[in-house]
C-alpha cells in the first residue's frame, strides 16, 4: 500500500493506547507505518495512569483486609509495611507492560522512534534528532499531561506521573483537586496510614457523577480520616530547612506537609507540536477538534484519545485508534458511540456509573423516576464498618427504560461492567425486576429495587 511519494502511509505520533492500537491495525491492513514515542510506550494509562495506580488500591486494601482477618478466626502477627517493595512491584509489571506494547509493534512490523516528533506540515515530521520524514496520513496520538497551577513553589509540588517513584511513603501528604485522580490517590494514601488533606478550589467533589454518590463517598472518606479544605487552593509552598513543605492555603495559616500532590486536571498535549504549520485547529485548552472520521481541520491529520475534544478514557483511545485505522486503511467505515460510556472511580469505596445522573435525566426527560437500595454489604458486618452502599438506578417514567446506573460501594466497577449493557441496550425496570437476584451478594439489590 505504500506510495512512492512518502517515507510512510501512516506516522503515528504518541505510542499510547490509542496510537499503538492504530498503528498496529492499520499495519495488518497492509500500510506501512512508524510510531514516534518520546517517553516510553504504552501511554498514560500502562505508564503512569489507572494501570499502576489500580495496583497501588490493592496495595492499599491490605491494609483493611489483613485488620478485618481478625474477624474471621485468622491471627495475623508482626503487620508491617514497606512502601519501596509495593512501589518497586508496581514499576516492574510496568516494565512488563512496556515490553508488551513493544513487542506488539515490532509483531506488526511497526516502525519505532523512541524521541520526540513533531509536524513541519500536512505530511512532514521532524524527529527531535533532525531527521524529516514524510508520510501521507498522519495521526496524532500524544494523550494530555497534567496541569500546574500558577502559585509559589508550585515546583516543590508533584503530579501523579511523579507519584509512582517517591523513594518514601509521606506521613503527611496535601492533594489539591477534588477530581477521580485526587481522590484515589487520597484513599491509598490514607489506608495506607498517611495523614491526608483535600484542598479544592471550590465546594465539590467529583464533578459530573451522581450527587447522592459524592455525598456518601464524602461522609465515608471523611470518617476514614480524611481531611476536606473547601473553596481555599494553595497559595504557597515553601521548602523548609528540614525538608518539609509548608503550604499556606487561600484564608489560612500555614501548615506543614511531606508531599504536595497536583491533581487539577490534565491539558492535551499540543504544545510544540507544531500543529499550526498544518493548519490543524486548536481549541481553548490546546485540544484538537476532529469529525466524527477523527479527521482534523488538516484533511491528511487525524486525531484520536485525550488530545481531542472528546471523552478522556483509554478504552475511548482504544476504540477510536481501531475505527480510524479501519476507516482510512482497511476500508471499513467506523464511527464511535459515545452514548453510556460507563466510568468508575477506584477510590475507597469506590463508585461507577454508566447513563444519566438524576440531575441530567430530570433536565433532558423532566418525569423520572429514581430506586435506591442503601444497605450495608455482607463484608463490612463482621469488620464492625458501618459503611454502607448506595445503588440507585433512574428510570424514564413515561417508557420505564434504564436511563442511568450509580453505585457506590465494595466491587462496584467490576458489577457496573455487566449493567452497562443493559443501560446500552435500553433495558427496561420491568426487565431488571425479572432477573432472578444472585444470592447472597450485592449485585442482587440491582433486581430487587421496588
Known sequence: ?????????????????????????????????????????????????????????????FAEELQD???????????????????????????????LYTQTLENNHVERFLERATITGPHGIRLASGRELTAKVILVAVGA???????EGVEHCITSNEVFHLPELPRRVVIQGAGYIALEF??????????????????????????????????ITMARGITYRFNCPIEKVVRQDNGALSVTLCGHD???????????????????????????????????PVDE???????????VGDVTDRVQLTPVAIRE???????VFGNKPQTIDYDCIPSAVFSQPPLAGVGL???????????????????????????????????KLVVDAQTDRVLGVHMIGPDSPEILQAVAIAVKAGLTKAQFDQTVALHPSMAEELVLMK
Open 145 to 151: 499531561w497534567p496541569v500546574l497551577p500558577a502559585f
Open 69 to 99: 482477618a481478625a474477624h474471621y478466626g485468622w491471627t495475623v502477627q508482626g503487620m508491617q509495611f514497606d512502601w519501596n517493595v509495593l512501589r518497586d512491584t508496581v514499576l516492574r509489571d510496568v516494565d512488563r507492560l512496556n515490553g
Open 293 to 303: 472520521g477523527n479527521r482534523t481541520t488538516c484533511p491528511s491529520i487525524y486525531a
Open 321 to 327: 485508534g481501531q475505527a480510524f485505522a479501519d476507516t
Open 357 to 391: 445522573t438524576e440531575g441530567q435525566a430530570r433536565n433532558r426527560y423532566g418525569n423520572v423516576k429514581v430506586y435506591t437500595s442503601d444497605f450495608r454489604p455482607m463484608k463490612n458486618v463482621f469488620a464492625e464498618r458501618m459503611e454502607r452502599g448506595l445503588y
Open 254 to 288: 500555614a501548615f506543614e506537609a511531606d508531599c504536595v500532590l497536583i491533581a487539577t486536571g490534565r491539558k492535551p498535549k499540543t504544545d510544540g507540536l507544531g500543529l499550526e504549520t498544518a493548519g490543524v485547529a486548536l481549541g481553548e485548552k490546546g485540544e484538537i
Open 186 to 219: 487520597a484513599g491509598i494514601f490514607n489506608a495506607l496510614g498517611s495523614q491526608v488533606t483535600v484542598v479544592n478550589r471550590s465546594d465539590q467533589i467529583l464533578r459530573g457523577y451522581d450527587e447522592a454518590l459524592r455525598d456518601r463517598l464524602l461522609q
Open 1 to 61: 500500500m505504500a506510495t512512492d511519494n512518502y517515507d510512510y502511509d501512516l506516522f503515528v505520533i504518541g505510542a499510547g493506547s490509542g496510537g499503538v492500537r492504530a498503528s498496529r491495525v492499520a499495519a495488518a491492513h497492509g500500510a506501512r507505518v512508524a510510531v514516534a514515542e518520546e517517553h516510553r510506550v504504552g501511554g498514560t494509562c500502562v505508564i503512569r495512569g489507572c494501570v499502576p495506580k489500580k495496583l497501588l488500591v490493592y496495595g492499599s486494601h
